[in-house]
């Protein structure tokens, strides 16, 4: 029989602590959508997604009433579409935008380019359509892979990104650059992440699967109230049955939601993601930790830690965990985050090192309109060079907001929330990011 | 079997049990296990019950719930019960 006191704890982590599942993905395979022309290729990508997702809002609904927990997104992931466009990528992007639109997600992510060695005839055609799609697009994400630990970094996939996304800030200019914050630019990409906007579906999957990322900073943090004094020792352990009661619910909700959808469950993606509502904020859990703020010395060390703690407890919760898996630390996206940076205790150079230890990368960052495009790409290439060398997922979705410059703010609104502009080092690397090639993989990547 | 759990919370009045138990009576639903508290001055309920009977579909179980929290002045949701062991019992 479960106490009392258990029962009371679940309710209030639901009620106060903004716990939540925060998404259900499905991921379809689309790869058998290719045809001769664009225009067939469209009109397959539509039907399949329509007639694969027609219940995944419902179910998610159905599981949300049972079960008391908010199922926040029902969201799509798909094949990287630069596998299956030709000439004119655009038809094929309005296909999927309108899928999604149809079975009543928000989003859609996939309208993706895996180019970390090389890009293909289609990709390049594909890259070069992102900044329009992104402008004429509602609910379509995507990403670019630019790097991976086996293959180095596509300097020439870099630098295009960096012009890519400064053209899409100009054509979304009216709302922000809203256009940036679909597109990741990642090094080590994985292929079951059901959060957006990087989730793709990637060609190792099955055909449809169903994929849920947890969330929870609040009910973290909330614990970690409990210990405020004690060592760190009681404080990883703390995170780790805290993150173990989270994923548990997330399990639940995979299992439940592939049985009814009739579709395998792939994996749970432990991760804590915030959201701009007070008290679902990762920053705040490096607070309770002692930290005046996310960025005060420590912060690293103290991520580091939670995400480690947030894995260990997660990974004997679920059957299988996959994804991203860890601490996201997107700043416009976490009150925390944004009241750091707008008092200048967080910085991009900060924030990098934090990616070194969290589950991804550089993101949701708005920075000046007048970024140059290099200087953009600068930023990707340290990253991904960051992701390289240690093995892991990183990632760069960052806002040059037209017209903006340090000291104002744009403003999303919803889940992408708000961002003061941050301080970019503007030192000039032009004659580094135009030499292109690849920077080769390194020695680690031998490990046969 | 079909548990789930019922939790009412708000402020502590007279008649909240007749009527809460009188509203799963006329939905057939049959009620396994009570516990009922005050926690620093809230009124809490938590009834433990099998959904087995019952014709109406979870949604409609929930919304005549929540209406009837209404109209008495408290909290009243109902989940299902898995939901507790999976976050509780490894």
């Known amino acids: 029989m479960i106490e009392t006191n258990e029962i009371l704890q679940t309710i209030h982590m639901i009620q106060e602590q903004h716990f939540d599942i925060r998404t259900v993905t499905m991921g379809i395979n689309l790869l058998d959508c290719r045809k001769n022309t664009d225009a067939e290729t469209a009109e397959c990508v539509y039907d399949k997604i329509t007639r694969l997702a027609r219940d995944l809002v419902k179910v998610g609904r159905d599981l949300e009433s049972e079960l008391g927990v908010p199922i926040v997104n029902k969201r799509l992931s798909v094949t990287p579409a630069s596998m299956i466009t030709g000439s004119d990528p655009m038809r094929i992007a309005v296909a999927l935008d309108q899928a999604a639109g149809d079975v009543g997600v928000n989003l859609i992510g996939g309208y993706s380019a895996l180019m970390h060695k090389g890009s293909t005839v289609a990709e390049n055609i594909l890259l070069d359509s992102m900044p329009e799609v992104f402008s004429k697009t509602e609910r379509l994400c995507g990403s670019v892979n630019v790097g991976s630990t086996r293959s180095g970094i596509n300097m020439d996939a870099v630098r295009r990104m960096g012009a890519i996304i400064k053209r899409t800030a100009e054509l979304t200019a009216q709302q922000d650059s809203f256009g940036c914050a679909k597109i990741v630019v990642f090094a080590n990409a994985v292929e079951d992440n059901p959060f957006m906007a990087g989730a793709f579906h990637g060609v190792g999957e099955p055909e449809c699967v169903v994929n849920v990322g947890v969330s929870g900073p609040g009910v973290v943090q909330r614990a970690l109230e409990a210990v405020r004094g004690q060592p760190f020792d009681i404080v990883a352990e703390t995170i780790k049955r805290t993150a173990f009661k989270i994923t548990r619910v997330g399990e639940l909700v995979a299992q439940e939601a592939g049985k009814r959808l009739g579709v395998p469950f792939g994996i749970v993606d432990l991760s804590l993601a915030p959201t701009p509502a007070r008290g679902d904020s990762v920053a705040y859990i490096l607070k309770e930790m002692g930290l005046e703020m996310a960025g005060a010395p420590g912060t690293t060390a103290a991520l580091a830690m939670l995400n480690d703690m947030v894995k260990k407890g997660g990974v004997m919760a679920s059957s299988h965990v996959g994804g991203l898996s860890g601490a996201f630390i997107p700043v416009s996206e976490d009150i925390g985050m944004i009241e750091a940076a707008a008092a200048d205790c967080l910085t991009i150079e900060k924030l990098e090192a934090m990616t070194c230890v969290c589950s991804v990368g550089l993101d949701m960052i708005a920075i000046p309109g007048d970024t140059s495009a290099n200087t953009i790409a600068g930023i990707i290439a340290d990253e991904a060079a960051i992701g390289m060398v240690n093995n892991k997922t990183t990632a760069v979705r960052v806002i040059p907001a037209v017209g903006k410059k340090v000291g104002d703010s744009i403003n999303f609104g919803g889940l992408f929330g708000y961002a003061p502009i941050m301080k970019v080092n503007t030192a000039n690397n032009d004659a580094f990011i135009e030499r292109g090639g690849r920077i080769p993989a390194p020695l680690h990547s031998l490990r046969n | ?90």
Do not use: P, W, Y
């Open chain 2, 1 to 90: 079997m079909q548990k789930a759990l019922v939790s009412v919370t708000g402020q502590d009045k007279v008649g909240i049990i007749a009527k809460v138990s009188t509203a799963l009576c006329e939905q057939n639903i049959n009620i396994l296990d009570i516990s009922q508290t005050i926690l620093s001055g809230c009124f809490t309920m938590l009834m433990v019950v099998d959904l087995q009977g019952t014709q109406e579909s979870f949604q409609q179980i929930a919304d005549r719930l929540a209406e009837l929290g209404g109209n008495i002045g408290v909290m009243i949701s109902i989940q299902r019960m898995d939901l507790f062991a999976a976050m509780h019992r490894v």
